[in-house]
């Protein structure tokens, strides 16, 4: 079945320290996208990618960074600069940058110790 | 700007009861609509989206008109049941005239409660 995965389900981190939320799909899609939402809120936009190689900032991009290697593949990283990452992380794709329709992923929740 | 405007929840029915979430926009250019369900510690899954104007979407008991006149795309069901809890986002996605990008905007999302 094509889909999204998204590693691991819950991930902890210490105070000064860089994590790296994984993001795979087999859909064949060109473009991804980082999404972060806090409670009782919709979702923001952290990073994007049109296509391998290539990624942008979107509204929320400080304290991460992203690479894009892999058609199939976006993590992403929490760094140390991001001042308060407990959220649930969420992965999408689409056909392309002009695709309308993003699938989601199951999401990663990131608490700090 | 983009936006897009919900309904505060949690919007609380008994089983079986007909719902209705609103949903208004504002977006520059043509957005294409979306409703997207959230159950409780999982991702966004696509529940059913509109192109354009007057387009009807539909899913699993589900639908919402495009109405460009009222810049609406309220989500509405005959009869919910208890499965149908989760919470709900309507979102819109448009072209960035700074940016050409195309971004997904989302409301806030509203929570639906079916009780038995």
């Known amino acids: 079945d094509g889909g999204i995965t998204q590693s691991p389900k819950y991930l902890f981190r210490k105070e000064g320290q860089n994590v790296t939320l994984s993001c795979e799909q087999n859909?064949?899609?060109?473009?991804m996208y980082w999404y972060r939402q806090d409670p009782g809120q919709g979702l923001r936009l952290i990073y994007y990618?049109?296509?391998?190689?290539?990624?942008q900032k979107g509204d929320i991009a400080e304290g991460y960074s992203v690479s894009r290697e892999k058609k199939e593949s976006f993590p992403l990283t929490v760094t140390s600069a991001q001042k308060n990452p407990t959220a649930f992380y969420l992965c999408?794709?689409?056909?392309?940058?002009?695709?309308?329709?993003?699938?989601f992923g199951p999401g990663t929740r990131l608490l700090v110790l | 700007g983009n936006s897009v405007t919900q309904m505060e929840g949690p919007v609380t029915l008994s089983e079986e009861a007909f719902l209705t979430i609103n949903c208004t926009y504002t977006?520059?250019?043509?957005?294409?609509l979306f409703w997207y369900v959230q159950y409780p510690g999982e991702g966004l899954q696509l529940l059913l989206k509109?192109?354009?104007?007057?387009d009807k979407g539909s899913n699993k008991g589900f639908e919402a008109t495009y109405r460009k006149e009222t810049t609406s795309f309220h989500l509405e069901k005959g009869s919910v049941q208890v499965s149908d809890s989760a919470v709900y986002f309507c979102?819109?996605?448009?072209?960035?005239?700074?940016?050409?990008?195309?971004?997904?905007?989302f409301g806030s999302g509203t929570r639906l409660q079916v009780q038995p």
């Open positions: 999408a794709s689409s056909i392309g940058p002009e695709g309308a329709t993003q699938y």
């Open positions: 859909l064949n899609h060109d473009a």
């Open positions: 990618s049109q296509i391998v190689n290539d990624f």
């Open positions: 977006a520059t250019g043509y957005p294409s």
């Open positions: 509109a192109t354009k104007a007057d």
């Open positions: 979102a819109l996605s448009v072209v960035s005239m700074d940016t050409g990008r195309r971004a997904l905007t």
